[in-house]
């Protein structure tokens, strides 16, 4: 029985002893692989440098693109940014204007605002009319409903008008104009702002905690005459444009 005992733990000892030279610390160590060593060139490659082009436009750059495209083949696409000429935002106003879905959103008293260019959505964004077609959006304030009105145009065709609820469009030349008759019909500057050059600059009167300021949730602009355009304000007037009338007017005190 000692014997037998002795003998297993002799094969045990002497199986551990050889394994162990075999063995890392996570198992069998796996010769080391061989890996072809490249030498390096004998020049070093020309440094790339990003070359710039001018544009059509003064002081605009843009880099020389690589590629075997030819400058003519190349389009641009339709810049949404470009503003309207007057005439052309004349002959959309002339076409918004007689729609009758504008005229019920409008109102007898309304004034517009302004036109822009905007992307084409829904199925004519494909194909041919993405790129001939043009889209632009004319905003208008309805005084007689206190709203703003958003209509949507492609080329002279009325696409579709709206209220725009909550939104405040900055001042129009119209809202200019308006605020500056009734500022000169008023009592308090009548005679006194005639040969003084108006100017308009939309206001928002606060809401107070016991009581609003007057004026409160109207259109209302605040009109000041002066000489010229970079002269010191000689009179104000504050205008509800919404009620059509004069809130407060008075003589701007001296700087």
């Given at each position: 029985?000692?014997?037998?005992?002795a003998m297993?733990?002799?094969?045990?000892?002497?199986g551990?002893?050889?394994?162990?030279?075999?063995?890392?610390?996570f198992?069998?160590?796996d010769?080391?692989?061989?890996?072809?060593?490249?030498?390096l060139?004998?020049?070093?490659?020309?440094?790339?440098?990003?070359?710039?082009?001018?544009?059509?436009?003064?002081?605009?750059?843009?880099?020389?693109m690589?590629g075997s495209?030819?400058?003519?083949?190349?389009?641009?696409?339709?810049n949404?940014t470009?503003?309207?000429?007057a005439?052309?935002?004349?002959?959309?106003?002339?076409?918004?204007?007689?729609?009758?879905r504008?005229?019920?959103?409008?109102?007898t008293?309304?004034?517009?605002?302004?036109?822009?260019?905007?992307?084409?959505?829904?199925?004519?964004?494909?194909?041919?009319?993405?790129?001939?077609?043009?889209?632009?959006?004319?905003?208008?304030?309805?005084?007689?409903?206190?709203v703003?009105?958003?209509?949507?145009?492609?080329?002279?065709l009325v696409?579709?008008a709206?209220?725009?609820?909550?939104?405040?469009?900055?001042?129009?030349?119209?809202?200019?104009q308006?605020?500056?008759?009734?500022?000169?019909?008023?009592?308090?500057?009548?005679?006194k702002?005639?040969?003084?050059?108006?100017?308009?600059?939309?206001?928002?009167?606060?809401?107070?905690?016991f009581?609003?300021?007057?004026?409160?949730?109207?259109?209302?602009?605040?009109?000041?005459?002066?000489?010229?355009v970079?002269?010191?304000?000689k009179?104000?007037?504050?205008?509800?444009?919404?009620?059509?009338?004069?809130?407060?007017a008075?003589?701007e005190?001296?700087r």
């Amino acid at each position: 029985m000692l014997k037998s005992t002795a003998m297993i733990l002799l094969l045990l000892g002497t199986g551990c002893s050889l394994d162990a030279a075999s063995r890392g610390p996570f198992g069998p160590e796996d010769p080391e692989t061989a890996i072809p060593k490249t030498p390096l060139p004998a020049q070093v490659p020309t440094k790339h440098l990003l070359e710039f082009t001018a544009d059509e436009s003064p002081g605009h750059i843009k880099p020389k693109m690589a590629g075997s495209a030819s400058t003519a083949v190349v389009t641009r696409s339709t810049n949404l940014t470009a503003s309207l000429s007057a005439s052309e935002i004349a002959g959309l106003r002339k076409t918004a204007e007689v729609d009758p879905r504008v005229l019920s959103l409008l109102g007898t008293r309304w004034g517009f605002i302004d036109a822009d260019p905007m992307p084409p959505k829904g199925k004519v964004s494909f194909g041919c009319c993405r790129d001939n077609a043009r889209f632009t959006r004319l905003t208008y304030f309805s005084y007689s409903n206190n709203v703003a009105i958003q209509v949507e145009m492609k080329d002279a065709l009325v696409l579709q008008a709206s209220r725009t609820d909550g939104y405040l469009p900055p001042e129009g030349p119209q809202d200019v104009q308006r605020g500056i008759e009734l500022a000169r019909a008023d009592s308090r500057l009548s005679g006194k702002v005639n040969d003084l050059q108006g100017h308009g600059l939309l206001m928002q009167p606060d809401r107070g905690f016991f009581k609003n300021d007057p004026g409160y949730g109207h259109r209302v602009i605040w009109i000041t005459f002066s000489q010229g355009v970079g002269g010191d304000p000689k009179y104000w007037a504050q205008v509800d444009l919404t009620d059509d009338r004069v809130l407060d007017a008075g003589h701007e005190p001296p700087r």
